[in-house]
């Protein structure tokens, strides 16, 4: 009895990573790597559109959009993943034309341990910058206890949690903090690596979540379906209009509806600090990295066929996992993206 259960986990468990159980013929494998933040999405994809195409399987690294970008930009991958769309540089690094297809939105929460207080905690976009800064040091600095009457915070040291990889995620964050405080754009800036001022690091969202998960009087970033999965609060968020604001689909979609008027052909764009009363401030867009020529193009005639499946039927599961969906005008600019892939 045990075996068989045995032998039903670790059937399940592979096809959870999206390698196959057993052997299959005329199987096509298709690596990718890159980010963390799509990750619970971008699993739920693979083991979906495996019931769609029996013949193909993902394989996907969830190692961090830096590393991503360094796979594809080297070939050792099919497709990259990442939160940070690439500069102009990076382009030209790479061996062939690679084509960015945004896939969904996410908002990244600023997460927290507060014994004693479950929920509840505003902060506003100046203060979260002074805590990474390491100016504001303490929970009961007057500066959060203002804006949140009502609860008592404790007179504990704030124990910061970053990412330690080059992260997609980290380059939404860190460019938020750079449009909302001076201070931060001088001496650290926006990127998916930053020298941090204080604080402990997590490899991933994962690593960041699960730091904060077991450190009392910790607070850190991370995707919302991370807080979310691991049962961790998030901090309303005081946005450009001056309002406090929770994440959710509704608060990143109304992000996105001021930033997709002026979309670039090539969907590199910030969807940091929009304007709007219900926009939540950290939200962006993830991307698959393609190369137009694919290297192989029996295995980029497949994936053509995934990003296909993926922004019609796979938009359809973004909500259910915390992720928004494309505007209906980014999905129409897609569709026409991915057919020039060869």
């Known amino acids: 009895m045990f075996q068989s259960l045995r032998r039903v986990a670790v059937a399940l468990a592979l096809v959870a990573v999206g390698v196959p159980a057993g052997t299959a013929s005329a199987e096509t494998l298709i690596n990718g790597a890159g980010a963390t933040f799509p990750y619970p999405l971008y699993s739920k994809w693979f083991s979906e559109y495996a019931k769609v195409d029996p013949s193909v399987k993902f394989n996907y690294q969830s190692i961090g959009s830096g590393g991503g970008i360094k796979q594809i930009t080297a070939q050792t991958v099919d497709f990259g993943a990442s939160d940070k769309f690439l500069s102009d540089e990076e382009l030209k690094a790479a061996p062939g034309k690679l084509i960015h297809i945004p896939t969904v939105m996410g908002a990244v929460v600023v997460t927290y341990n507060l014994p004693g207080i479950p929920s509840g905690l505003k902060l506003n976009s100046e203060d979260v910058a002074n805590i990474f800064l390491g100016k504001i040091t303490m929970w009961n600095d007057p500066k959060i206890a203002d804006d949140n009457p009502g609860i008592k915070l404790p007179a504990k040291p704030i124990i910061v949690v ?39 690091g997590g490899k991933g969202n994962e690593g960041v979540a699960g730091q904060v998960k077991t450190t009392p009087y910790s607070l850190g970033y991370v995707e919302l379906a991370y807080a979310f999965e691991n049962k961790l609060p998030y901090a309303s968020l005081k946005n450009k209009a001056g309002h406090f604001v929770e994440p959710s689909i509704h608060s990143t979609s109304a992000a996105a509806a001021a930033a997709v008027k002026h979309m670039p052909a090539d969907y590199r764009i910030s969807l940091v600090n929009q304007p709007g009363k219900d926009a939540y401030p950290i939200v962006g867009f993830t991307w698959l990295l393609v190369y137009e020529h694919a290297k192989d193009p029996s295995k980029g005639k497949k994936l053509v066929e995934f990003l296909n499946w993926s922004l019609h039927k796979g938009q359809k599961m973004a909500s259910p996992m915390l992720y928004a969906p494309l505007p209906e005008s980014v999905a129409k600019m897609v569709e026409k993206t991915i057919k020039t892939i060869k």
């Open 162 to 200: 970053h990412r330690s990889d080059g992260s997609g995620t980290t380059s939404i964050f860190t460019d938020y903090l750079t449009g909302v405080n001076a201070e931060w754009s001088q001496k650290v800036g926006k990127g998916a690596s930053v020298k941090w001022p204080v604080g402990l």
